[in-house]
Structures are given as C-alpha cells and as structure tokens.
C-alpha cells in the first residue's frame, strides 16, 4: 500500500499552465503504476493519464498532446504537466497507484489520493 497526496491545483485562465504532483509514501514506489482522474461537478470521475509498466504512458483523448505526465521515482512523486488549459479541464483531480501496468479503468486502482481542486476560467 502506498499513500498519496495531490498538489498543485488552482486557478488559471484559459491557455495557461498548471503542474500537479503526487507524492506517495512507502516503499517500492517504482513497482506502482500512477493514474490520474478527475471529477467535474455533476459528471463521472473519468480518466485522464497513467504511467508505469509495459504499456508506457496513456493519455484520454481529450488530454493528448495538451497533457504530459512524467515521475521520479527517487522522489516517489508523479508529475502531471497541464498545458493550454480548457475551461472544460475544471475538476477535481485525483492521483492514483496500483502495483504493476497502468490503466484507465479507475477500478484497477486501490491506493487513491484526496484530490485536488483545477479551475479554469474563460
């Protein structure tokens, strides 16, 4: 089990930039995949990005090319790079863990983050 705790979120207006972090406790950190979700108001928690294992890096489409997430493992942080934000980017991000491949089914995961607040403005 690892425990996590997001950072990083805020407010920005459209086009702009924000950094989110994860950092986890425990052991082994390198042995988890770290995923990201996000929740806006009314909506279903839905994936956003996940790394670790054979299948590398996965983004949602609607993130590609916008998004980068990136970890440190000797830090036991996970680093999710938000860049030319979209208001529709607003929600509650969570950061998430579970040993082995990453993947976008938030069922997968068992170690789970308290969430962080993203808001962008028009």
């Known amino acids: 089990q690892v425990q996590l705790v997001e950072s990083g979120g805020g407010l920005v207006q459209a086009g702009g930039s924000l950094r989110l972090s994860c950092a986890a406790s425990g052991r082994a950190f390198s042995s988890y995949a770290v995923g990201w979700f996000r929740q806006a108001p009314g909506k279903e928690r839905e994936f956003v990005a996940a790394i670790g294992g054979s299948r590398g890096t996965l983004y949602a489409d609607s993130v590609k090319g916008r998004f980068t997430l990136s970890r440190d493992n000797a830090k036991n942080i996970a680093i999710l790079q938000m860049d030319s934000l979209k208001p529709e980017d607003t929600a509650v991000y969570y950061c998430?863990?579970?040993?082995?491949?990453?993947?976008?089914?938030?069922?997968?995961?068992?170690?789970w983050g308290q969430g962080t607040q993203v808001t962008v403005s028009s």
């Open positions: 998430a863990a579970r040993r082995g491949v990453g993947y976008s089914r938030q069922s997968e995961y068992d170690n």
